[in-house]
């Protein structure tokens, strides 16, 4: 007989389960698309409108991300000390008024 205790086996992943694994698919896409931009030869005006776009798109790719974490957040209960309000776009308001 063991002194440990004995854990209860893991349910099925929650909702919010699914929502950290898009966040963290996204933001791997983020990191991998600054990464290839940063490491494009080409040069030029054509290549730095390129490059812009393509850091536009890892942004956005983040701010989905920071998205998915509040919202995994906020079915767990936990919201770090801050409520924020967040827009459609993804862009925080401020603090929720109370």
């Known amino acids: 007989m063991s002194d440990t205790p004995r854990l209860p086996p893991p349910g099925p992943p929650g ?9 963290a698919a996204l933001r791997s896409h983020a990191r991998r698309l600054r990464a290839k931009a940063a490491a494009l030869d080409w040069r ?7 490059r ?3 850091t536009a798109l890892a942004d956005r790719c983040s ?11 906020q079915l767990d209960g936990v919201h770090g000390g801050v409520t924020a ?7 925080s308001r401020g603090p929720s008024p109370r």
């Not at 309000?85 to 862009?91: K, P």
């Open 52 to 54: 812009a776009e393509v």
């Open 85 to 91: 309000r967040v827009t459609a776009a993804g862009r």
């Open 15 to 23: 909702p919010s389960d699914g929502l950290r694994s898009h966040c």
């Open 44 to 50: 030029g005006p054509q290549a730095d409108a390129f």
């Open 63 to 73: 701010r989905a991300a920071d998205g998915f974490a509040l919202a995994a957040a």
